[in-house]
């Protein structure tokens, strides 16, 4: 019987051949805009496949035309990407906003709604509630925590006046870590698509990156990332990925030759660096964050923590939720201090091995106030619903050890003693 690998061994070398490239051990950087063709007939070839003209031929592989189309570098990333999904086809992006903006853009028309979830990211918040009804797209919304019934009645509300498209979630959510049931979405989007109208479910997984949910094995049809953070994880870069069936994805990867907005010949080669490592990085900050939760649960100066570890059977639905899709407790831990935004700050400020700035999942401890930070511009009823309160730090949780982290933690906390 033949021996499959696991993803982590074939992060090495999958998708690429040495002798492809004068016999370099690595993918090189494939900084070209343009590549020739053998022939006028394999160039007028490769355009019918890339722009849908028909579909490619038994063995015949799309051909490298224009770097906005395809590229050497970006093909093998996508190809080695997929490989931790189990997904058909992948699209890598130059943002994790530029991959949401395009799903949105290209399963959302005129007259139709989208159902998200909350809470989201900050940003996915004001581009669904802000920009998309300027298109005249519909928004209705549920909150983590309803259960399949009482989701089912906000479509009902406004579904026969704005035909739902699109289910959009967020989960573990940005940054209360609250839980949403991907396999009700699914049955929720199936039982609302028509012969004429496919619902399309979407799940925005970066709090989990590719290794500890799978969203598609539950019911999603397309995974989004900002693969800036756990995927990229050095942060020295900004990308953003899709995955999802061939049918779909080759919508996505339509607009998203149109819109110019796909990834960097050397993105897509500093992410085949970082996928080498992923494994490895998310294993030691997802230890971490035992440790890091465990001490911040028992300090005095903490309210509230924020962490998929501490989810018990007395939480009830986000308990079995957490069981059925969560491979890990995460690396995410949000928190409130004891006080206000005033006390936050002072923590905030005196912390030195943890950085002060936004983004996550990278390999240096990072922390941030989302009240005045990636949700600034949230709704604040919205946010005072969704716990997201002045009082609120959000940490990530990186690859320092751990001992250090929370020696840091516990001289900034202190100071509220």
């Known amino acids: 019987m033949e021996h499959k690998m696991k993803p982590e061994s074939l992060m090495m070398s999958y998708g690429y051949r040495p002798e492809w490239s004068e016999g370099a051990i690595?993918?090189?950087?494939?900084?070209?805009?343009?590549?020739?063709?053998?022939?006028?007939?394999?160039?007028?070839?490769?355009?019918?496949?890339?722009?849908?003209?028909?579909?490619?031929?038994?063995?015949?592989?799309?051909?490298l035309i224009y770097s906005r189309i395809n590229n050497p570098d970006l093909e093998i990333l996508e190809d080695r990407l997929?490989?931790?999904?189990?997904?058909?086809?992948?699209?890598?992006?130059?943002?994790?906003?530029?991959?949401?903006?395009?799903?949105?853009?290209?399963?959302?028309?005129?007259?139709?709604?989208?159902?998200?979830?909350?809470?989201?990211?900050g940003?996915?918040?004001?581009?669904?509630?802000?920009?998309?009804?300027?298109?005249?797209?519909?928004?209705?919304?549920?909150?983590?925590g309803m259960d399949e019934q009482e989701i089912e009645q906000v479509i009902d509300s406004r579904h026969k006046t704005y035909p739902l498209a699109l289910i959009y979630i967020e989960t573990p959510a940005?940054?209360?870590?609250?839980?949403?049931?991907?396999?009700?979405?699914?049955?929720?989007?199936?039982?609302?698509?028509?012969?004429?109208?496919?619902?399309?479910?979407?799940?925005?997984?970066?709090?989990?990156?590719?290794?500890?949910?799978?969203?598609l094995q539950h019911g999603a049809d397309l995974v989004l990332y900002s693969a800036t953070k756990?995927?990229?994880?050095?942060?020295?870069?900004?990308?953003?990925?899709c995955l999802g069936s061939r049918r779909l994805m080759q919508r996505v990867k339509g607009l998203r030759t149109f819109l110019g907005n796909m990834a960097s010949p050397h993105?897509?080669?500093?992410?085949?660096?970082?996928?080498?490592?992923?494994?490895?990085r998310m294993d030691i900050q997802a230890s971490n964050a035992r440790h890091v939760a465990a001490f911040l649960s028992s300090h005095p100066a903490v309210e509230k923590i924020y962490y998929l570890g501490t989810i018990s059977p007395s939480d009830g639905r986000a308990y079995h939720i957490r069981n059925r899709q969560c491979l890990s407790y995460g690396a995410m831990i949000s928190f409130d201090i004891r006080g206000g935004e005033a006390?936050?700050?002072?923590?905030?400020?005196?912390?030195?091995?943890?950085?002060?700035?936004?983004?996550?999942?990278?390999?240096?401890?990072?922390?941030?106030?989302?009240?005045?930070?990636?949700?600034?511009?949230?709704?604040a009823s919205l946010k005072k619903r969704l716990g997201i309160t002045p009082?609120?730090?959000?940490?990530?949780?990186?690859?320092?050890?751990?001992?250090?982290?929370?020696?840091?933690?516990r001289q900034a906390l202190d100071l509220l003693v």
Request: charged share 20%.
């Open 343 to 379: 006390e936050a700050f002072q923590v905030l400020n005196r912390l030195k091995l943890v950085k002060l700035a936004v983004s996550l999942g990278s390999t240096e401890s990072l922390a941030e106030h989302p009240y005045t930070m990636t949700h600034a511009d949230v709704d």
């Open 123 to 144: 940003g996915t918040d004001h581009f669904i509630k802000k920009i998309l009804p300027q298109f005249g797209m519909q928004v209705m919304e549920f909150f983590a």
């Open 26 to 63: 690595k993918c090189p950087i494939f900084q070209t805009s343009a590549f020739v063709f053998r022939s006028a007939e394999e160039g007028k070839a490769f355009f019918e496949v890339a722009y849908g003209l028909r579909e490619a031929r038994n063995e015949e592989t799309p051909g």
């Open 174 to 215: 940005n940054p209360t870590n609250a839980l949403v049931d991907i396999a009700a979405c699914h049955r929720l989007a199936r039982r609302f698509s028509e012969a004429d109208r496919e619902v399309i479910l979407v799940v925005d997984n970066t709090y989990m990156g590719p290794l500890w949910q799978h969203p």
């Open 230 to 241: 756990y995927i990229g994880g050095h942060s020295d870069l900004i990308a953003g990925a």
């Open 267 to 280: 993105t897509g080669w500093l992410l085949l660096r970082s996928l080498e490592t992923l494994k490895a």
């Open 82 to 121: 997929k490989l931790w999904e189990e997904a058909e086809d992948c699209a890598v992006f130059e943002s994790g906003m530029a991959a949401i903006t395009t799903v949105l853009l290209e399963f959302l028309r005129p007259g139709q709604s989208v159902l998200v979830s909350n809470p989201v990211y």
């Open 391 to 409: 009082a609120m730090i959000r940490l990530s949780v990186g690859i320092e050890h751990h001992e250090d982290i929370i020696y840091d933690l």
